[in-house]
């Protein structure tokens, strides 16, 4: 079974084309700048083999459409390509950022499901509207290959009310659906899955946290299986401390601002998504950098480090305290694979709560690789899971066709 991903955001579309049987990538590319100057793609035939061929360049790509029809012929192009046509595929995997409380697992695609996902458009203004683009073009092109959504939110639909209500007048739950949904689902699904598998047991045997820190950071508790909690709330500016989001402030932040500087909500909005986090408190928004400059001795690089981890910690501490027990914390995405000193530094006080790094095995850690990190005499495990949203969101696409 052949299995096209798109992640269509408002001015990009990342693709992947996986063979399912063995789990193979036949190809994979970004086209970004989609509407604007300077729009380019970048294709890769043959990823991770000896007979990869990476195709790139810039050209003008002025809609969602021009650009899938791009992905289409870069796929199928005889020099670019690794499928005759589109006949070949089986079926597209889209995801879809949200899915409010309407999409707790992927669906078939079809005019209900194109509505029910311009229903939460609200909720994610910024992200939804690419989703359905992808969707929209690539019925257009490709007529009668079947479309499944699969959404960021998804995974975290079976946490309790007490995770996923806020503590404020419960009409706006009702009329607004105002409330914690979660993000990164897909990611965190994929990672618990990987540890239930390192582990030697099921999904539904396997309570764990994981931790996803990339450009965008969250976290989620996991009991056997299910979510129970996670960082992102409404929208994914929520906890974590994030490359130039804020993560948890108070509340109270916003009538200061108001008041003292005359901001409006929007320049808050903005502030807090855009200029916060460790470019707000540094200047740098990449980790690496920041690595840099703490070498050189920075002290507001050092600082944005360790409340980055503090916050890590912290939501280590309070999953911890939810969960019965916790068999394992699995660090992820780029920040969370590639980063020792981050993990040491989030896991330096938690002893007392049974989690104790090796140093050693924590430095040695291989990229791409499923590592433990933990001493043999830490009682809760410590994983390093490299995360494949592309790869789930396919499984899950694989999976929907084969029961439908
Ligand atoms: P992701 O969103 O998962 O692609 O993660 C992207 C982020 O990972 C970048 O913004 C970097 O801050 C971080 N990152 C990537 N490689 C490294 C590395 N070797 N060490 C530390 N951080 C890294």
């Known amino acids: 079974m052949i299995i096209l991903v798109l992640n269509s955001g408002s001015s990009s579309v990342k693709y992947q084309l996986l063979e399912m049987q063995d789990k193979t990538l036949l190809a994979s590319g970004l086209v970004e700048r989609i509407g604007q100057s300077g729009s380019a793609y970048k294709h890769e035939r043959l990823p991770g083999t000896d007979t990869s061929q990476v195709f790139s360049n810039e050209q003008d790509i002025p809609d969602h459409s021009t650009a899938l029809d791009l992905v289409v012929k870069l796929i199928t192009g005889e020099q670019t390509g690794v499928i005759k046509d589109v006949s070949s595929i089986n079926g597209i995997g889209h995801r879809i950022v949200h899915g409010g409380e309407d999409f707790n697992t992927p669906i078939l695609v079809d005019d209900d499901v194109v509505e029910g996902i311009r229903a939460q458009i609200p909720l994610a203004p910024l992200h939804n509207p690419g989703g359905l683009a992808g969707i929209e073009t690539a019925k ?9 959504a699969v959404f960021d939110t998804a995974f975290h639909q079976t946490m309790p009310p007490e995770a996923y209500r806020m503590a404020i007048p419960a009409e706006l739950y009702s009329e607004l659906k105002i409330r914690r949904y979660g993000f990164h689902g897909t990611s965190h699904l994929y990672v618990a899955k990987q540890c239930a598998a390192t582990l030697g047991q ?28 996670t960082s992102m709330g409404l929208t994914p500016l929520a906890g ?8 948890d402030v108070d509340p109270a932040l916003h009538a200061f601002l108001t008041d003292k500087k005359g901001y409006s909500i929007q320049d808050i909005d903005n502030l807090l998504n855009k200029k916060s986090g460790l470019l707000g408190l540094c200047g740098d928004n990449d980790m690496r950098d920041i690595h840099a400059r703490i070498d050189k001795g920075d002290s507001d690089a050092e600082l944005a480090l360790k409340i ?22 699995c660090f992820t995405a780029g920040v969370g694979e590639n980063d020792e000193r981050v993990r040491e530094l989030s896991c330096a006080t938690l002893s007392g709560l049974g989690v104790v790094l090796d140093k050693k095995r924590n430095q040695e850690v291989r990229r791409g690789e499923i590592c433990e990190i ?31």
């Open 140 to 148: 257009r092109l490709m007529p009668g290959i079947p479309n499944v």
């Open 202 to 229: 099921t999904l539904e045997q396997t309570s764990c946290i994981t931790v996803h820190l990339g450009n965008g950071c969250s976290m989620a508790a996991v009991k056997q299986g299910r979510c129970v909690d």
């Open 240 to 247: 974590l401390v994030m490359g130039t989001r804020s993560g």
């Open 308 to 329: 980055f981890c503090r916050r890590v910690t912290q939501y280590i501490g309070q999953y911890m305290a939810i969960l019965d027990k916790t068999q394992a914390i």
């Open 374 to 404: 933990s001493s043999p005499e830490s009682r809760v495990k410590v994983l390093v899971i490299p995360t494949n949203e592309e790869l789930e969101i396919a499984t899950q696409t694989a999976q929907v066709l084969s029961s439908s």
